[in-house]
């Protein structure tokens, strides 16, 4: 008779112990997920090629969207001044993983430089460039964090091979120093 007491009082405690586990569960699975981020870098950008620089420091806004917990598409536009009047517009994916809040990324992109550069003209080449510069970029961004609602990063990194008038790969380079983002 004893033992079967002793079965009974274990089935009481599991049971309540699972009741209390379903509860605690419920109520994390309330909140909906953030899919969506608006964010704001503050940065450099930097492209140089045989025939042409662009330098400049500034800032912009940008978008970003989760598809899943890895994947995520993101589109950002800065402007910046140093060698004139810069606007960059970049496109791409990256994939990610948390451990806690914190939620390093890494992918692939593009991003498109235009406005004002240094142009460099010589006796050989006597075809003006255009005044757009591409990029095809791998994108780091190891101190990204994300709490609830909030995100920020205080390094991410587009490093790549720019593409300009023909010429060979030119360096490109675009450095968001920091980042706060909203999540919605």
Do not use: K
């Not at 990204?144 to 023909?166: P, Y």
């Amino acid at each position: 008779m004893s033992t079967l007491r002793v079965l009974l009082c274990l089935l009481l405690v599991w049971t309540a112990n699972a009741a209390a586990a379903a509860e605690s569960g419920s109520s994390t699975t309330e909140s909906p997920p953030h899919h969506s981020e608006i964010y704001v870098p503050a940065g450099v950008v930097f492209f140089s090629s045989t025939n042409r620089l662009i330098a400049g420091v500034g800032g912009g806004i940008g978008y970003r969207y989760d598809l899943d917990s890895i994947w995520t598409v993101y589109t950002e536009g800065r402007t910046s001044f140093y060698t004139g009047n810069i606007g960059t517009l970049a496109l791409g994916f990256t994939g990610q993983f948390s451990v806690g809040s914190w939620h390093p990324q890494l992918g692939i992109g593009a991003i498109v430089f235009v406005g004002d550069s240094i142009r460099v003209s010589s006796s050989t080449q006597s075809a003006i460039s255009v005044p757009a510069a591409f990029a095809i970029t791998t994108r780091i961004s190891p101190l990204r964090f994300v709490r609830g609602r909030f995100a920020a990063s205080a390094l991410s990194v587009d490093v790549g091979c720019g593409i300009d008038s023909g010429s060979r790969c030119a360096i490109a380079l675009s450095v968001a120093v920091l980042e706060a983002g909203l999540r919605f």
